[in-house]
Every structure is written in C-alpha cells, then in structure tokens.
C-alpha cells in the first residue's frame, strides 16, 4: 500500500465512523433525552446568573417558606430565598464537582493504570497494592479526613471524589492496556522501533478513549451525588453559596412544615444523575467495540 | 487453595500496613500542635518541651510511628480528648452499624439478585425492562434523599415509623426493628441497584455456557437449571461485587446514621471530625480500612470456596 492510499483509507472511515455512530446515538431515544437533560443542567449552571429570576442572597421577608406563585415558581425557602433560584445556582457547585473530580480521577488514573498494565511486573504488582489502599478508604472517609486538615470546602470535597473515583479507573485502564499491548499495531509500533511514550500515547491511548469517555460518564453522576453527600454533611460547599446538598441539610428542619423544599433540590440531584447515567448507557452501546469493530 | 490465600493473606497486610501509614501521616499533617493544644493556657518553653518529651513527640517520626503501630495492634488506640479510650468508644459504637450493614445487605441482596435472576432469565420482556429502569433510578438516585422522602412520608405524614433515634435490640426487638427499617431501606437500596445489574449480566453469561445447555439437555426442570446450575456460578461474581461495594456501604453509613440519628460508627465518624478530636479520628480511619480489608480477604476465601478451579490452580480465575 502506497503513503498517498493510506491517508485517504484514514480520513475516510473515520468520517463513516462517526456518522454510524451519530446515527445509532439518535436512535437511542433514552441516551438523547440524557444529552439534552444533561446539557439543560450544564448551561444552567454557566448562565445561572441570566436563568435564574433572582440573585444568591436576595431575601424576602414578606414570603417566608411561602408556596409556588408566580413570582416565585417553587416557592420561597425559611430566609425567603427564591427556591428556583437556588437550585439554578446550585447546578454550578454539582456541575463543577462532577465535572471536574472526574477529570482529576482520569489525569490520575489513566496513565498509573496504562503502566501497569503495559509494563507488568513489579510495577504493576505496586500499583496493585496501591490501589487496593485507595479502595481501603471510602471517599466519605477521605472527605472526612481531607476537611480535617484543609478546612472543609467545594475544592476538597472534589479531591476527595476524584480520589474515590480513581482506584475503579485505575484498573479499567489497567485492563485496556493489558489487551492493547497485545494488538498486531502495537507490536509492529514495537518492532519499527517506536519509543515506550510514542506507543503509549499514539497507539495504545487512542484505542482505549471510547471506553474512557463510557466510564466518565459514569463517574459523574457518582460524583455529582457525592457532592450533595458532602455538601449535606457540612463537608463540602459551604453557605451561604447555594448547593443541592446544602439546601436539603437545611430543608431538614421543615420536614413537617415545609417538605417540599426537601423535594426539589433531591429531584435537581435526580435528574441530573439519571441524564448522565443515560447518556452513559447510550454511550457505552454506541462505542461497544464488539458492535463498532 | 492454602497457597492462593497466604498469598492473599500477605497482600491484604501489606495493604494494611500501607494504609496505617497513610492514617499516620495524615494526622501528623493536620494544622495545629498537639503540644499546645495538650498544654492548655500553659505556654513555657519549657512545659512545652516536657509534653513533647512524655508523649513522645521530640522522636522523630519512623519512632513515633513504630510506637503508635505497636499499641494500635494490641488495641490500643489512645485516649481521645476526653480521656475516653478510642478503642473502647469504637467497640461500642461498631455493632450498631453492623446491625445497619447486615440488614441493608441482606434486603440489599435479596432484592437485587431475585431482579436480577428474573431479568436475566425473561430478557427483553417487560419484566426485564422493568427491572433494568429501577436499577437506573436506583443508580441515580441519592440515597440519603429517599431517607429524608421516607422520613416525610412514614413519619410525618403516617406516623407509622420512628424519624430518628436508636433503641438497642437487646432492650426492645420489635422497637430497634422499627427504628432501623428506613436506615436500612435507604443503605439497601444503593446495594440492590448494583447487584441487580451485575447478576443480570453474570446470569446472562451462564444461562449460555455448555453445563446449562448439558443440564437442559440431561431434562432437569427449568428452575433447577437456573437455580442450582446458573445462579450457583454467577453467585461468585455477586459476593465479589459485595465485597467491593463495602466502601460504598462505609460512606452510606456515615450518612443514614446522620439523617436517622443513629449512634453508629459512621456517625462516630463525623463527630470526630466535628470535634476535631483527632486520635479519635485517626482510629476510626484506621478501623474503617482494616475493616475494609479483613471484609475483602474473607470475600476472597468465600470465592475460592464457591469457585473450584481457584482451588485447584491456586490463580484467581
């Protein structure tokens, strides 16, 4: 095969790729609904400031834990603090903690994990063990402790997710590296002379993106529901700054007077989870490589 | 089978080794002196030095550790800041929450490997969808949530059940059950969702091996074959995700007993922290990793039990 046929076969089944793709995606009425869900949430929470009605702290004494009305769709929380408003806002400390204790686990995990399962060895058998102290301490734990000696806030109450979510991560990459080193194009990388970096980045990352992206999508809903964990506990946002978590520790002590206001922010939770655990699902038929390859 | 669980005895020790020294240094990275805090209004150099000498914090730190490591394995953990022994607060705190695990993994299992066997086994019908959607919601839902919804609901609005509080069970059965239903209900739940998806998907594998196909074909009864043949071997699966599934169910602790204001460990947890008693937190840590990784050893011989080729191989399958 000549230089010039290879280029045209690379561009072309790539472009055909992703448009079987796109296509078996919206065939998937569940996983759009959880794109469109999920992205409802997320510009949300970059534009709260223009979608919700009112601002943080505006309060209004003459509506105290008032009903739905017009002017405040779902009412008024104890401080007269509009409840729509809130959970808009709320969406960003959520959005934020996913997000981004997702991405701290990958930028963790994926290259211990390709390691480990390219090198083998001894190496591998370390990071093992590593792995398994990490599992040994349960994220709630690690909040706990991280509160402790740093104060408790957003930023390490989403170390403490992205630490709890990287040990799973970890040998998922481990996995993939393990069956990818044993790819012919891995081997002909090897035998051309290709460095260690070269193969790991160019060759054996690429192959297993697809499968990352299924687990990030996974992660954050796990995280998004640990943020509300933490943030319900006093170990995460902090008040005044509205979160869902935060907003459901208060509603605790107008369960009888008051329960919705310990309704809606658990179904902002709910939705926004269920909207990326679809999204996931959808995902992980879509790039199953048993059905792509 | 001897070799396979040295060796897994072996590692979960190293692991517990690793992880007492991450608990070690943790604490010795939290803000403050201890000095000051032991030394009170007395600020002298000299009372100071006297307290760092008799606790032993002017050694350096391998000395502490291997002093503090040698207690923590006779049991003891020191006293906390109201000169309570830590091991004795734990000891009593801990069958509470055990009481809470068992019967949460209990409903926990049953439900999820019940949903899941039938989803497996009526694949693609109603039942199966049925059984996949609640695992979904089950997956997304916030657990602590539908604690606050059932407090609502059964204890507000019915009046059925107890909100919160602990009776032990010793003192008044049916009272301690009252009170634990919703707890367990709500640490259950989380559980079920993920055993049911990963029987279904287990059962799915085994209900198309060889021995089903041979049990069909010898005539057995459709129940037997999935029971006795298939269920049996996707059991394996099931114990091990429990198994991992304990760190979820340490974290649910926590939170359930602070909704349900239940005198556990996990809320234990909390206090420590919010007291900021530090030896009491840096034993609870500790205990909470142990725990973890004796749970996990004992998954491991209950595998190498259900699964015969361990046995013989000495590899885990």
């Known amino acids: 095969m000549s230089y010039v046929d290879t280029t045209a076969t690379v561009i072309n089944p790539r472009a055909r790729r992703r448009r079987i793709l796109r296509r078996r995606f919206l065939r998937r009425p569940l996983a759009v609904i959880g794109l469109v869900v999920a992205l409802t949430f997320i510009v949300a929470a970059i534009l709260a400031p223009w979608v919700a009605p009112y601002t943080v702290q505006q309060y209004d004494y003459n509506a105290l834990l008032a009903h739905s009305s017009s002017k405040h769709i779902l009412g008024t929380d104890e401080l007269g603090r509009d409840v729509f408003s809130r959970i808009v806002w709320g969406a960003r400390a959520s959005i934020e903690a996913g997000v981004l204790a997702t991405l701290l686990a990958m930028a963790v995990a994926v290259p211990v994990g390709i390691v480990a399962g390219y090198y083998r060895g001894w190496i591998d058998a370390a990071i093992a063990r590593l792995t398994d102290v990490l599992l040994a301490f349960p994220f709630l734990i690690v909040a706990v402790g991280l509160a402790a000696i740093l104060g408790p806030s957003l930023t390490n109450a989403t170390i403490a997710l992205g630490i709890g979510a990287a040990p799973a991560l970890i040998r998922v990459a481990r996995g993939e590296a393990l069956a990818l080193r044993e790819e012919d194009y891995v081997r002909a990388a090897i035998a051309n002379g290709a460095s260690d970096v070269r193969i790991l980045v160019r060759h054996v990352l690429p192959n297993m993106l697809s499968t990352l992206i299924v687990q990030a999508t996974v992660a954050i809903p796990a995280a998004i529901i640990g943020e509300a964990v933490l943030s319900f506990l006093g170990l995460g946002v902090q008040p005044p700054t509205p979160s869902w978590g935060v907003m459901l520790a208060d509603a605790q002590s107008y369960l009888s007077q008051a329960p919705r206001l310990a309704v809606y922010p658990g179904v902002a939770i709910f939705l926004c989870s269920l909207s990326f655990n679809l999204l996931g699902d959808g995902l992980r038929d879509v790039l199953d490589p048993r059905t792509t390859r | 089978m001897g070799g396979f669980l040295l060796r897994k005895a072996g590692a979960a020790l190293v692991v517990v080794f690793l992880s007492s020294i991450v608990v070690f240094v943790g604490v010795r990275a939290l803000p403050g002196d201890p000095a000051l805090a032991l030394g009170g209004e007395n600020r002298d150099p000299a009372v100071m030095a006297a307290i760092r000498h008799s606790y032993g914090l002017d050694r350096p730190l391998p000395v502490q550790y291997l002093k503090w490591a040698g207690k923590a394995v006779r049991g003891d953990l020191g006293l906390d800041a109201r000169q309570l022994s830590v091991a ?32 497996a086994v009526r694949r693609g019908k109603a039942s199966d969808h049925t059984a996949t959607t609640f695992a979904l919601v089950g997956l997304s839902l916030p657990h602590f949530w539908l604690g606050l ?91 091990t995700v429990v198994g991992l599934q304990l760190g979820a169910l340490i974290s649910g602790a926590v939170i359930t007993e602070q909704i349900f204001v239940i005198p556990g460990f996990g809320r234990l947890t909390l206090e420590a922290v919010n007291q900021r008693d ?12 142990t725990g973890y990784v004796v749970v996990n050893l004992l998954v491991d011989v209950v595998y190498s039990l259900l699964n015969p080729r361990i046995r013989v191989s000495g590899k885990p399958a």
């Not at chain 2, 919804?149 to 059925?160: N, P, T, Y």
């Not at chain 2, 057995?220 to 071997?233: C, D, F, S, W």
């Not at chain 2, 530090?278 to 990793?289: D, K, S």
């Open chain 2, 88 to 119: 004795h607060t734990i000891v009593t705190r801990i069958p509470i929450t055990l009481e809470l695990a068992f019967l949460s993994i209990l409903l926990g299992s049953v439900i999820g490997v019940v949903a899941g066997v039938i989803a």
């Open chain 2, 149 to 239: 919804l059932m407090i609502i609901l059964f204890a507000v609005d019915l009046h059925w059940l107890p909100a919160t509080g602990y009776v032990s069970f010793h003192a008044h059965p049916l009272q301690n059950l009252e009170h634990m239903v919703m707890p367990a209900i709500v640490l259950g739940t989380g559980l079920s969702a993920v055993l049911m998806r990963q029987t279904r998907s287990s059962m799915l594998t085994s209900l198309n091996a060889d021995y089903v196909r041979t049990a069909r074909a010898k005539g057995l009864p459709e129940i037997v074959v999935v029971t006795k043949h298939a269920l049996r071997n996707s059991l394996i699966t099931v114990t």
């Open chain 2, 278 to 289: 530090y030896t009491l937190l840096q034993g609870v840590v500790l205990v909470a990793a």
